[in-house]
């Protein structure tokens, strides 16, 4: 199948060129194949339909997945005059990843005094092979349907988060809860209270109303009761989990869980949609040496229709693999997916758009904050 290689902007008139950094060729100009075949007579073609972009934020991009980090950032410190804030968010991330904190913060402080508003804060990139976050927040936006399944997922992201760290967990998602599922949230809650996490919270009065209801259509599952006890001690409403407690030990002449002297949760406004808890994590150099993580992807994408991929995690998607990421991107489209590509670095998320890709799937790029 050979499709269109679609490039932006082709009424407009050819720029002058750019000075020639060095790039590699094969890819640049004039390709007609990339990407590996699929197999049974169902490879995918990418033709290149005209000339390659002189944008130089493209350049940056180019030079980047090339892993020329030096004349990337030479390319970029060259636009900033320009104030376009694509420049400033690709530079900072290319600081970030190569763990450069003296250049972030001079170019935070040139950023605040150009736009005049607060910039970027320093970040170190996480070493998830080696270290848990500290003193980080998390966000945690629970699914609609809460289900016997959601346990692992709520472990994996507590698992990630040490004694100091904030939890935002979002409740305001949620539509339906099974008694299963609620259980996991009492006991996500009691463990990281041993942890001594702190909390923010949205959606609590929607959940409590939620679980109030499957009580009364279920009073013999506990596990609604437990969550909701867990609810009322993150919120640190005494006197409602005094009253369930009562409630519970008659109910199942069970004792009931003990209050407990914790900080209470801050409740605040639902946050900006964030990836969902069940994205598939594509993370690290995307590159040759990534193909079990991309069958991975083939295999959760079998179960979802819409097929978000988490790609905060995502270091660099290597210049000369990546026919072979748009050939598996093409393939989840012709079996009808939906693809979302969320959380990618500025760097990575230019460089997908100017290989085309937010024609075949939506890209929505990490806040830079």
Known sequence: MAIPFFRKDRSKPEAEPAPKQSVPTEGTHDFTTIGAPLGNGHGIMVEEVGGATDSAIDEAAMLYASNQLENAESVLRGLLEGNDQRVWHMLFDLYRLSQREANFEKLALDYAMRFECSPPVWKARENNDNKKDKGVSRPLVLPADLGAGIGDKLGLVTASLQKGSTLQLDFSNVQTIHGKGAQDVADMLSKTRKNKLKFQVSGASAIIDLLKTKMQSEPG?????????????????????????????????????????????????????????????????????????????????????????????????????????????????????????????????????????????????????
């Not at 079990?292 to 270091?315: F, N, P, W």
């Not at 026919?323 to 489209?333: A, D, K, R, T, V």
Request: with cysteine.
């Open 221 to 369: 599952e506990q596990g609604y009761w437990q969550m909701l006890l867990a609810v009322y001690q993150l919120l640190g409403r005494h006197d409602d989990f005094e009253n369930l407690a009562i409630d519970f030990a008659v109910t199942f002449e069970l004792s009931p869980p003990s209050w407990e002297n914790v900080e209470a949760a801050v409740e605040v406004a639902a946050p900006a949609p964030e990836i969902p808890t069940d994205a598939f994590v594509l993370s690290g150099v995307i590159s040759e040496a990534s193909q079990e993580q991309l069958a991975k992807l083939m295999q959760y994408a079998e179960s979802h229709d819409e097929v978000v991929v988490d790609c905060s995690g995502i270091i660099r998607v290597e210049y000369g693999y990546v026919g072979s990421f748009i050939g598996q991107i093409m393939q989840l489209l012709g079996t009808g997916k939906v693809i979302t590509l969320q959380g990618q670095n500025a760097l990575v998320h230019e460089f997908l758009r100017m290989m085309g890709i937010d024609q075949l799937a939506k890209l929505v790029p990490a806040k830079l904050v």
